[in-house]
């Protein structure tokens, strides 16, 4: 028998031929127009949104003299899908990374994770933004992407590589980026820098809407929280709550902070990273941040729960520090305003004899992402440095008693307007009572 070595590549594989051999790896991984998932349904965004967006690429790709940009994404919170997932929809969950490789002229390609029915799935979903998908012949990647490139007549190109995960400055592991050199010789391989950030901080009206209903699901989270919240309940049975409310609603989960200390001896300032096993008693008081997402865009929100009546010192402190100070951050958010003016602002903290953890504020595009407004500082690059319509800003103070042993956060995330901002959910500013 010639069974073929797993790593030859036979091509597509159409359906009235690949239906007879589906126990063959090769056909299998290969499969194309299949009849599966012809009936899902998926929410995409429209063809001109997405003519809009490889446009805008494009136009970039010219600025920088490109003659191809290879676009990354993977789940990684600071990326949650960064540039595969804006030019393609695909929330990514399998690998470190996917890629889109978007030539200057010419049809843009994305290389899937996987073969088989999972890219057919995906094909369905990405079908609006790109037709070509391949597989990445587990993980070979880069020899598809030099597969591609050859087609393309690119071999002495100047290609663009874009940051995997934006926050952290990654870029493709070593060994993509080793193939892809030993591949194409006579091409220049450039790292580029905020291409996806530049692109996105001003959001489309389609995008909008998308952080719009991520915030409703950030709100259904905490509701969802609210009511689990009674004593015997666990930190992590919170987050679970959370978590479903979200996947309910047709979202993702971006992250689950969520922590708890009683309000007679607290020893906490911030909801926990990773939710415990604490169990709940009467007194305590709950801090989170959460974060959903909805077809890649995310919204986040954060306000203090209290499993029975708050004391008169949380009273007290959200009263007299935590809303005020959280409402002067707030008044500067509007077009024209500088994001420094919100840093200035969250100086009521100290002028109150009281501190706060550093970030006051920060921008969104897919996630957090700059302007990054601290108490010390402004960082981001030019475009972030004043407020414009269609910018994302999630407002999260986190004022903290003198003594360093008490917090109380606060956060939600507001859509710059024409003519102020809109919040994106209807959570009330006030203490939560649960139990």
Not at 11 to 37: C, E, H, I
Not at 43 to 64: G, N, P, T, V
Not at 390 to 405: F, H, K, R
Request: hydrophobic share 40%; proline share 6%.
């Amino acid at each position: 028998m010639n069974i073929q070595s797993p790593r030859q590549p036979i091509g597509p594989q159409p359906w009235d031929v690949v239906r007879s051999k589906l126990d063959q790896a090769l056909p299998f991984a290969n499969m194309r127009g299949t009849p599966y998932y012809r009936d899902a349904v998926y929410e995409q965004f429209s063809a001109k949104e997405y003519e809009r967006r490889y446009a805008a690429l494009r136009d970039k790709m010219r600025e920088h003299k490109l003659d191809c940009v290879i676009a990354a994404g993977g789940p990684s919170h600071w990326s949650f899908g960064a540039g595969m997932l804006w030019l393609t929809g695909h929330v990514e969950w399998h690998a470190l990374a996917c890629y889109v490789l978007v030539p200057l002229d010419g049809e843009p390609t994305m290389i899937y994770s996987m073969g088989g029915t999972h890219a057919e799935a995906v094909r369905r979903i990405v079908e609006v933004a790109i037709k070509d998908v391949r597989h990445s012949r587990n993980g070979r990647y880069a020899e598809v992407m030099v597969e591609r490139l050859k087609e393309l007549k690119l071999e002495r190109a100047r290609i663009g590589l874009m940051e995997i995960d934006p926050r952290h400055e990654d870029y493709m592991p070593v060994n993509q980026y080793n193939t892809l050199r030993a591949g194409l010789p006579d091409a220049e391989l450039v790292f580029t820098k905020n291409f996806l950030h530049e692109l996105l901080v001003i959001h489309s009206a389609e995008e909008l809407d998308c952080v719009r209903k991520a915030g409703v699901l950030c709100q259904r989270a905490m509701e969802a929280m609210v009511a689990r919240a009674k004593p015997g309940a666990k930190e992590y049975e919170l987050r679970a709550a959370a978590g479903a409310a979200i996947l309910e609603g047709g979202g993702d989960i971006d992250f689950l902070i969520i922590g708890s200390t009683s309000m007679a001896n607290p020893a906490m300032i911030f909801g926990n990273p990773r939710p415990s096993g604490r169990v709940l008693q009467k007194g305590d008081i709950i801090n989170m941040e959460l974060a959903a997402g909805y077809r890649g865009y995310t919204a986040q929100i954060g306000s203090p729960i209290t499993v029975g009546p708050p004391t008169d010192m949380v009273r007290k402190f959200w009263d007299e520090i935590t809303l005020p100070g959280y409402r002067k951050i707030v008044a500067e958010i509007a077009p024209g305003k500088p994001t420094e003016a919100m840093r200035t602002a969250s100086r009521f903290f100290r002028d109150n004899g009281v501190q706060s953890r550093p970030t006051q504020c920060h921008g969104i595009d897919l996630v957090t992402d700059n302007p990054h407004v601290s108490a010390e500082h402004v960082r981001g690059i030019g475009v972030d440095m004043v407020l414009k319509p269609g910018m994302v800003i999630m407002a999260e103070p986190n004022p903290i008693t003198a003594d360093g042993l008490f917090g109380i956060f606060l956060g939600h995330t507001f859509i710059v307007n024409e003519t102020g901002h809109e919040v994106v959910d209807k959570f009330p500013l006030e203490i939560a009572v649960a139990g």
